[in-house]
């Protein structure tokens, strides 16, 4: 038997304070129902040891996954809709999903709407696995009667985030692991075979040729203050994300990431995907449009976009249009703002939104494919020029040798 506490409200609206032995948490609900008590919170005795178990296996296991909420969310829509109550809904996905964090929170929201409170408000008290935008869609599924086909569109909209997400991180795992290469190629050569030649020279009389010198001091520096080149290693991204972490800062990055060459597009392509797709799914749902381009400008990932959708917000507010403020904006290439124009005249802008979405998808996907192609030819260059750059600095002394050899034989 393990025993638990509880804060329950009676039928006068009481708070009522207690601990309670059963065999587990669901014996402890069903018995405070047959008294007459709304439940406010169940915890096991002991709650901050709970709480910090909890912690523990957040910092170990890492947050919930998208992929892990969009198959949530479809599982969920498929068993409202066959008719399954709300709590055995939970209950099941809660027995089906294997990480310790997740089940603990399905757990706590099932409790809560045992408890009477809405699936939306349940939602909104686990903010690191169900964001705004979910939750704003979720209250809208609850306030239309439609949340099964709500719980459908999120399944959708998350699995589609993450087959954008995995396209640009798979894309780049190549060239990245020939930069790793490529690192650790050039570290050996400098701190290892390096030295072996540099003591060879320094029996010969005539001075060394200049990129001869500089490859000795960089490999001299190298093995002798290596804990420097450590130092900087860490110091960059350190500084990045410190400058970063400032308005000021962080708009300057965002500004540069979408002038980048050629990264500075496929940057473009994405925030017009996430932007156009995020919106349309809520404006499908039933949020209003207010709501909808606040929550848009949370998860928008880059600043300058935030800005435009507080313009785009600030126009709706005096009964302007959508696309004005966007194509003024110069963020946004004239055919998403005239899309977007028809879809505002048309009454059909939810729809245009997702065609838009679907478009810079695919947009995103080839760009992604062939900056993979022209990537690692660049990296696999790039690796060339360097060691062979280093062979070339290295035998420059040796030919010097085999001439002085031969100018001394006549």
Known sequence: MARFAYVVRDSAGKSVNG???????????????????????????????????????????????????AVFSKQFSAMINAG????RCLRVLESQTD???????????????AGGSPLSAALAQHPKIFSRLYVSMVK????SGSLDVTLARLAVHLEKEVSLRDQVS?????????AIVMVIVVSLLMTFVIPVFARM???LGSALPTPTRILMAVSYSMKHFWFLYIGIFVAIPWLRRTIEATPAGRLA????RLKLPVFGLLNRKIGVARFTRTLGTLLSSGVPIIGALGIVEEVAGNVVIE?????????????????????????????????????????????MLNKVADFYDAEVESMVKALTSLLEPIMISVMGVLVGGIVIALLLPLFKMIAILRDMAH
Do not use: C, H
């Open 170 to 178: 798979s894309s780049m795992k190549y060239p990245q692991a020939i």
């Open 253 to 256: 990055f965002d500004k540069m």
């Open 140 to 143: 809208a599924g609850e306030e």
């Open 84 to 87: 399954l109550t709300m709590i």
């Open 19 to 69: 601990v309670m032995e059963a065999a587990d948490r669901n014996q402890v609900i069903q018995k405070l129902r047959e008294s007459g008590y709304l439940i406010t919170r169940i915890t096991e005795a002991g709650g901050a040891a709970t709480k910090t178990n909890v912690d523990l296996i957040e910092r170990l296991t890492g947050r919930v996954s998208l992929k892990e909420v």
């Open 99 to 113: 990480k310790k964090l997740f089940k603990e929170a399905i757990m706590k929201i099932r409790d809560a709407i």
């Open 201 to 203: 020279f320094e029996g």
């Open 307 to 351: 800005n435009a959708v507080q313009k785009v917000r600030d126009s709706i507010k005096e009964g302007e249009t959508i696309a004005e403020p966007l194509e003024a904006s110069g963020v946004f290439p004239p055919m998403v703002t005239n899309m977007i124009a028809v879809g505002e005249e048309s009454g059909a802008l939810d729809e």
